[in-house]
């Protein structure tokens, strides 16, 4: 019910023109009835004006101010004054006058993105990518994903491939910024376009278990001193997840990692068209298996889109008839109802569009699909499926020049890069700290 009762308000403030800023040309004074800064929101802030960055055009992006601290820049979703009325303007901060109030917001919920190793480029980098998630988006959480190697399918041998310095890096600039921190291993096959881990089939399942639980457990001490607090010990290895004869496998890992690593441990398990297509991987974990598990995530990719022009009802309609005619809703449903114990996470949840999807690095060629598969995959979240703890977009990068990847058609452009995306923040922002879980 409190749900419910949050999600009616949500529409509510959706419906209702949020206060614009009032602007005075003769003090250069901007007029603020709320401004986001991370999870805190100041009401009445009254500043003097730097410098106009730009001017947009069309219908405001958002309800409420948001502030840049890495750049002194204020993004206002609309402004009046007495020289014209604007929307999605960017000025600088030249200083403020008076701040009439302050509250911060309270998540209950797992909420953010997942960040990928392979993005890193340094530290000052590092620090300006999760700042701005920080103080934009709303998020509270963090997925890192770090990349192991095996040789092969048939291999048993297993490395580590990144560097173990810019992964505690990682995670100390998370935690400094106040982010709850996850951790999730990719096992990369022959090198790093090796993406077909659910398909690994060692010749020695008992040789592979041993030396995924010695690598893992050079890990767990950094995890452990640096305040992780879940760690995902699969990416979507769904033959190693979904075998009968390795649960015993699974119980001696867990158990060993446990001396080395006391928080939460799971599985980031394909599905709704995530990992392997043909699999929902998390739907066939053997339930011995299950038991061993704080909670499941899902690697969902659901195809969602079908056009060229998105909205959010087409997007909640299709969780329950994608692309391809599945139910998602009711998949992810039916687990629930299987396994009421075990916490459900949307560990990855990225829009593999038929068209647009967020591809570049520093523009989105199709704001529109992504604001509609956003909007309306968290909407279809809070309202139909209440058993999810929380969800992971993919991916928010670690530097501003990462590009997409384009693999074999349009069903496989992934939703890429949120960071750089000004257009996406406020579509977070007013789910996650604005509105819907306010305490």
């Not at 075990?342 to 569009?353: D, R």
Request: charged share 10%; glycine share 8%.
């Amino acid at each position: 019910m409190k749900k419910l009762l949050l999600l009616i308000t949500f529409l509510i403030d959706l419906s209702c023109a949020h206060a614009a800023d009032i602007y005075d040309p003769k003090t250069n004074q901007l007029k603020i009835e709320s401004v986001l800064l991370g999870q805190t929101t100041y009401s009445n802030v009254v500043i003097n004006v730097g410098n106009v960055v730009s001017v947009g055009s069309g219908v405001a992006n958002g309800t409420v101010d948001l502030y840049n601290s890495l750049n002194n820049q204020l993004i206002i979703p609309s402004v009046n004054s007495s020289i014209g009325n604007y929307t999605n303007v960017v000025v600088t901060v030249g200083s403020v006058v008076s701040v009439g109030g302050a509250s911060n917001v309270k998540l209950p919920l797992a909420n953010g993105f997942t960040v990928s190793l392979w993005s890193y480029r340094s530290h000052g980098e590092t620090v300006n990518s999760l700042t701005a998630m920080k103080n934009l988006t709303g998020a509270n959480s963090i997925v890192v994903d770090f990349q192991l190697m095996t040789s092969s399918l048939t291999g048993n041998d297993i490395r580590i491939y990144q560097s173990l310095t810019q992964l505690t890096d990682v995670l100390q600039t998370a935690k400094s910024l106040g982010f709850d921190v996850w951790f999730k291993p990719l096992v990369m096959v022959g090198d790093v376009n090796g993406l077909n881990w659910q398909q690994l089939a060692p010749t020695d399942p008992q040789l592979w278990f041993n030396n995924y639980t010695s690598v893992l457990n050079q890990i767990a001490p950094i995890l452990q001193t640096q305040g992780v607090s879940n760690f995902l010990i699969t990416n979507e290895l769904s033959s190693m997840t979904t075998h009968p004869a390795y649960t015993n496998y699974w119980a001696n890992l867990i158990a060993a990692l446990k001396k080395n690593f006391t928080g939460k441990i799971g599985f980031n398990a394909g599905g709704l068209l995530g990992g392997n297509s043909s699999d929902n991987e998390f739907l066939n974990i053997p339930k011995a298996t299950l038991s061993l598990l704080d909670f499941m995530g899902i690697s969902a990719y659901p195809r969602l889109m079908s056009a060229q022009t998105y909205t959010v009802d087409s997007v909640l309609a299709a969780w329950r008839q994608d692309y391809f005619k599945n139910n998602d809703e009711a998949l992810v449903r039916s687990f629930s109802t299987s396994n009421p114990s075990i916490p459900l996470y949307f560990t990855e949840l990225g829009n593999n569009a038929y068209y647009g999807g967020n591809l570049s690095a520093t523009s989105s060629p199709d704001p529109i699909s992504n604001k509609a598969f956003v909007q309306g995959s968290l909407k279809e979240i809070t309202t139909n499926l209440p058993k999810i703890n929380g969800t992971f977009f993919y991916n928010w990068t670690l530097n501003t020049t990462q590009g997409a990847v384009t693999t074999g058609g349009p069903f496989n452009v992934y939703s890429w890069d949120y960071y750089c995306k000004p257009e996406m923040y406020s579509v977070f922002n007013s789910f996650w700290t604005n509105v819907l879980y306010r305490q």
